[in-house]
């Protein structure tokens, strides 16, 4: 599914990723814990193409993204990769429906199919009355799922998501957190979480530990 071999990433003279080896297997719930400072989200931005490691190779379903041009890459991304990030960074002007639909109208799908598969997502969220909501309608669980369902709206290989509870109160946290694995059991969908959240890291099926650029596999 995703493998990394040897990546190294600098910023001016500190070495933040300091030679990792990783692999991520199909259907896995991996979570990335570990101090500020440590590069766990310099790692997930390497492993989702926002990020270009300085050594080191990345390959994605058998893919060695780590040798693509920017162009080629966009493409690959917006197919294969799905984000959800802290603060759902939905666009205020668009509807949830609206929202969710946009990547796949980006990767060339047809409004119909778009709007079929995001409908879908946002019944399986729980979301159906919500759907002709804007972000300012929906409170923080809200948003928070409804970036989860764009994020899985062109059925990516692997979705990415950077302390995606780390906004939501705890009975948020707890229901996205069981949103990963209904999704899993449901789509067969892989996660890797970036997360300080320990609730959720002793639920994951693994669980890397990341100390000064460096994994340790728990």
């Known amino acids: 599914m995703i493998k990394l071999e040897g990546i190294i990433k600098r910023f001016g003279s500190l070495e933040v990723l300091?030679?990792?080896?990783?692999?991520?297997?199909?259907?896995?719930?991996?979570?990335?814990?570990?101090?500020s400072g440590a590069g766990k989200t310099t790692l997930l931005q390497i492993m989702g193409t926002l990020d270009q490691p300085d050594g080191g190779r990345v390959w994605i379903n058998n893919i060695e993204v780590s040798k693509m041009k920017e162009k080629e890459l966009a493409a690959f991304r917006n197919q294969?990769?799905?984000?959800?990030?802290?603060?759902?960074?939905?666009?205020?002007?668009?509807?949830?429906?609206e929202n969710?639909?946009?990547?796949?109208?980006?990767?060339?799908?047809?409004?119909?199919?778009?709007?079929?598969?995001?409908l879908d997502l946002l019944n399986f969220m729980g979301l159906k009355d919500r759907v002709e909501h804007k972000p300012n309608e929906l409170s923080g669980g809200e948003k928070q799922r409804v970036a989860v369902a764009r994020a899985l709206v062109n059925q990516p290989a692997v979705v990415l998501a950077?302390?995606?509870?780390?906004?939501?109160?705890?009975?948020?946290?707890?229901?996205?957190?069981?949103?990963?694995?209904?999704?899993?059991e449901h789509y067969g969908q892989t996660f890797v979480i970036v997360t300080h959240d320990e609730q959720l890291s002793l639920i994951t099926d693994r669980t890397i530990h990341m100390l000064d650029g460096l994994v340790n596999m728990g």
Not at 18 to 35: A, F, Q, Y
Not at 167 to 179: F, G, I, R, V
């Open 18 to 35: 300091k030679g990792i080896d990783l692999t991520i297997n199909k259907g896995e719930v991996v979570s990335i814990v570990g101090p």
């Open 80 to 97: 294969n990769i799905g984000f959800v990030f802290q603060f759902h960074q939905l666009l205020p002007e668009f509807t949830a429906l």
């Open 100 to 118: 969710v639909m946009i990547p796949a109208l980006i990767a060339n799908k047809s409004t119909k199919e778009a709007k079929e598969r995001a």
């Open 162 to 184: 950077d302390e995606p509870s780390g906004s939501l109160d705890s009975h948020n946290k707890e229901d996205l957190h069981q949103l990963f694995f209904k999704l899993r």
